[in-house]
């Protein structure tokens, strides 16, 4: 897990990771936008087999809103829209605002995100001067607290807030939104993701910290797999049959779940269908 630091695309991320680690052989599992920091899942050598079998559905991030104008890009990197001054919105209408953009709702992504439009990212299309209007899509932020607010010039209002989502959603559309809302426009200024899936900054360390590592994997695959999946544990013959990519009785587990031999190690990730537990990622081969 790495804490992305801002400015750095989630490629430019692998490549220095990949000079670190001394091995090409590693991908990772979503990016972050080059202004964001915060976790940014990698796999490394075996681990990224894991990486498509991931499900990090569930992301929490810290931001800061600036309400008082809007942007092309709806974050600071991009070119100031015409906005309202915020000095006359009230704490209840921040609240009000912040409340009807929690729960389920339908969003429209940024226009600089990358979603595809005819075969295209919209970022480029954006980029290179097209008006993109892109879909609502129905997402869930299940957490949209304020944290503090206060006023770096008179007509503008910021305000920190804590996001818990589902994938797919996108805090600079949330911060369009709400200024959009309360009539003065609005844009990220600041985005730290905190947590994806069961990953979290407690287990990421910086570009820097990791260079320092003798080993710069923050988290072993047996931890990783543990984390991230449900777990069934068999003794040593049935991990045997597995790590030579054998079936095994089903257990009544929804997968994709790791299976752990006696030594408390990780043999392969199952899904169980017609009627057995089948191998879909093989992670320590027997013999």
Same mark, same amino acid.
């Given at each position: 897990?790495?804490?992305?630091?801002?400015?750095?695309?989630?490629? /430019? $991320?692998?490549?220095?990771?990949?000079?670190?680690?001394?091995?090409?052989?590693?991908?990772?599992?979503?990016?972050?936008?080059?202004?964001?920091?915060? =976790?940014?899942?990698?796999?490394? @050598?075996?681990?990224?087999?894991?990486?498509?079998?991931?499900?990090?559905?569930? #992301?929490?991030?810290?931001?800061?809103?600036?309400?008082?104008?809007?942007?092309?890009?709806?974050?600071?990197?991009?070119?100031?829209?015409?906005?309202?001054?915020?000095?006359?919105?009230?704490?209840?209408?921040?609240?009000?605002?912040?409340?009807?953009?929690?729960?389920?709702?339908?969003? =429209?992504?940024?226009? $600089?995100?990358?979603?595809?439009?005819?075969?295209?990212?919209?970022?480029?299309?954006?980029?290179?001067?097209?008006? =993109?209007?892109? #879909?609502?899509?129905?997402?869930?932020?299940?957490?949209?607290?304020?944290?503090?607010?206060?006023?770096?010039?008179?007509?503008?209002? /910021?305000? /920190?807030?804590? !996001?818990?989502?589902?994938?797919?959603?996108?805090?600079?559309?949330?911060?369009?939104?709400?200024?959009?809302?309360?009539?003065?426009?609005?844009?990220?200024?600041?985005?730290?993701?905190?947590? !994806?899936?069961?990953?979290?900054?407690?287990?990421?360390?910086?570009?820097?910290?990791?260079? @320092?590592?003798?080993?710069?994997?923050?988290?072993?695959?047996?931890?990783?797999?543990?984390?991230?999946?449900?777990?069934?544990? !068999?003794?040593?013959?049935?991990?045997?049959?597995?790590?030579?990519?054998?079936?095994?009785?089903?257990?009544?587990?929804?997968?994709?779940?790791?299976?752990?031999?006696?030594?408390?190690?990780?043999?392969?990730?199952?899904?169980?269908?017609?009627?057995?537990?089948?191998?879909?990622? $093989?992670?320590?081969?027997?013999?």
């Amino acid at each position: 897990m790495v804490d992305k630091p801002a400015g750095m695309t989630s490629h /430019d $991320v692998v490549g220095r990771m990949r000079r670190i680690a001394g091995t090409r052989k590693i991908g990772h599992a979503g990016t972050l936008d080059p202004m964001a920091t915060g =976790v940014l899942v990698l796999g490394v @050598e075996r681990a990224t087999k894991l990486l498509g079998h991931l499900t990090l559905t569930a #992301k929490t991030y810290v931001a800061t809103i600036r309400l008082g104008y809007a942007t092309v890009t709806d974050d600071a990197e991009g070119d100031r829209l015409d906005g309202a001054s915020a000095a006359a919105v009230t704490p209840a209408e921040v609240t009000t605002g912040i409340a009807a953009l929690t729960g389920t709702i339908d969003q =429209v992504p940024s226009s $600089v995100s990358a979603v595809k439009v005819a075969g295209r990212r919209a970022y480029d299309r954006v980029r290179s001067g097209e008006e =993109v209007e892109l #879909k609502s899509r129905r997402v869930t932020v299940s957490r949209f607290d304020l944290l503090a607010d206060r006023r770096p010039e008179p007509d503008l209002l /910021d305000l /920190d807030v804590i !996001v818990d989502c589902s994938s797919g959603t996108y805090i600079r559309a949330l911060a369009r939104d709400l200024g959009r809302a309360l009539g003065t426009g609005g844009h990220l200024t600041a985005l730290r993701r905190t947590r !994806v899936g069961p990953f979290s900054l407690a287990q990421a360390r910086t570009l820097d910290q990791l260079a @320092e590592e003798e080993d710069p994997v923050t988290l072993d695959l047996d931890s990783a797999v543990d984390a991230a999946f449900p777990r069934r544990d !068999v003794d040593a013959p049935t991990a045997t049959v597995l790590g030579h990519g054998g079936r095994l009785p089903t257990a009544g587990l929804t997968g994709p779940y790791g299976v752990f031999g006696p030594d408390g190690r990780v043999v392969a990730l199952v899904v169980e269908r017609d009627g057995a537990a089948r191998p879909e990622v $093989v992670l320590r081969p027997s013999g």
